[in-house]
Every structure is written in C-alpha cells, then in structure tokens.
C-alpha cells in the first residue's frame, strides 16, 4: 500500500498513521503520566524502567518511581517521574 492511501485511511477512522500501521499509540502528560493503547503484554518491570510489547517492537518507559496504575487488554498507564519513552522497533 502507498502512503497516500495508508494517509486516507488513518483520515477516515480518525487516527493517527503510525498507530493504523504499528497498531499503538502513546501520550505523556506532564511528565508523571504515559497512556498506552495498543500494548501486547508486559515484557519487563522495574520501579525504573517498565518495557511493553507492541506489535512492531517495544516501549520502554524510563523514569523514577514508575508504577502501572491500570492495566487491561491492550491498554496501560504508567504514573511516576517520567523522563525517557523509546520506541524499538
């Protein structure tokens, strides 16, 4: 598929592209807050690193005092001194 089309797509659903392509989607807010949507499970825990698995790779949430304050099918958030997100792909 091209990106233009890929573009229409994500337009008409009203998502961003990488989320149609990679299937997640993240936000940090303030600092103290990550909201994932899309995860695919926990792949390591550690009051200051906690990497997720996503469907093109994985998210690692570096910081202090991280704790997962909800976590469901597909979706987590993550409270505490946020200072790092990296996407690996």
Request: aromatic letters at 8%; a positive charge.
């Amino acid at each position: 598929m091209n990106d233009s089309f890929n573009g229409t797509v994500a337009d008409i659903c009203q998502v961003e592209l990488k989320t149609l392509l990679c299937g997640y989607k993240y936000s940090v807010f303030d600092g103290k807050t990550f909201v994932l949507e899309g995860h695919k499970g926990i792949a390591s825990y550690s009051d200051v690193c906690i990497k997720f698995s996503v469907k093109c790779g994985a998210i690692a949430v570096t910081g202090t005092d991280l704790k997962i304050k909800c976590l469901q099918s597909g979706f987590a958030v993550v409270q505490g001194k946020i200072c790092a997100v990296e996407v690996k792909s």
